[in-house]
């Protein structure tokens, strides 16, 4: 009988990272987000980043994508059992650093806190997620 790969919780908790980083540059082309002054009084209506900046709208949506894909590529275990501890002490560092840029993000911009916070959250929650794995297979 062939055995399908099993899905462990930080690989899945990547794809999870993925597809909101997706949605991410979904929100970039599709939400409005951004304020457009009409130089008018009352009020001011919102449009999607890409239609405000055009294709520069696009790499904050990009940016989580990349960084998701990084955290993805970090704790790639090829054909190793476990992951490496390098592997772990490297994602756990780049998850910080993650968390800390969404923060900064969220601040200068409160609408986009709601698309960086999540984001950060599970980029730290997989990390947390493939040290304690790999601390229960070290013990086990």
Known sequence: ?????RLDAPR????????????????CVAL??????????????????????GL??????????????????LLRRGRAVQLERWR??????WSGAV????LAGSLLSPRGGLVLLPFGLLVVATAAV????RSARMRG
């Open 1 to 5: 009988m062939e055995q399908h790969p």
């Open 12 to 27: 899945v908790l990547v794809v999870v990272t993925v597809g909101w980083a997706l949605l991410a540059v979904v929100a």
């Open 32 to 53: 409005p987000l951004v304020t457009v002054h009409r130089g008018a009084t009352g009020e001011q209506p919102m449009v999607p980043l890409v239609t405000s900046y």
């Open 56 to 73: 520069s709208g696009l790499p904050p949506g990009g940016l989580l994508l990349v960084a998701a894909l990084v955290t993805g590529l």
């Open 88 to 93: 772990v002490v490297a994602v756990s560092v």
């Open 99 to 102: 968390l800390v840029c969404c």
């Open 130 to 133: 493939a040290w304690s794995s």
